[in-house]
Nanobody, 122 residues
Framework: EVQLVESGGGLVQAGGSLRLSCAAS????????IGWFRQAPGKEREGLLC????????YYADSVKGRFTISTDSAKTTAYLQMNSLKPEDTAVYYCAVEWLVNCPGGEYDSWGQGTQVTVSS
């Protein structure tokens, strides 16, 4: 069973940094596209970044280009979202998700983590 567990959220001041983790349980990210998403209260879910280990493709939303990066550990069982230069408008619940054997930005992500809250104070 594919399970994803996020961690690393919290409260940070504007301009600060956070690193979120997405741990895979029972599988590795080989041949998967890994996506990071967020949803703020009253807003639609937003796709932020994607890294496909199936073909090496990536995707970065304009809202996070130059500030956020996606990576994995060498074992390909943990994905990371490094967030720098955080802004109050980055406040949201952040989710990781995977889709098997697709290139970025992916399509129907079928396995999701539980989400982790990120709050950026001004």
């Amino acid at each position: 069973e594919v399970q994803l567990v996020e961690s690393g959220g919290g409260l940070v001041q504007a301009g600060g940094s956070l690193r979120l983790s997405c741990a895979a349980s029972g599988f590795s990210f080989d041949d998967y596209a890994i996506g990071w998403f967020r949803q703020a209260p009253g807003k639609e879910r937003e796709g932020l970044l994607c890294l496909s280990l199936a073909d090496g493709s990536t995707y970065y939303a304009d809202s996070v280009k130059g500030r956020f990066t996606i990576s994995t550990d060498s074992a390909k069982t943990t994905a990371y979202l490094q967030m720098n230069s955080l802004k109050p408008e980055d406040t949201a619940v952040y989710y990781c998700a995977v889709e098997w054997l697709v290139n970025c930005p992916g399509g129907e992500y079928d396995s999701w983590g539980q989400g982790t809250q990120v709050t950026v104070s001004s």
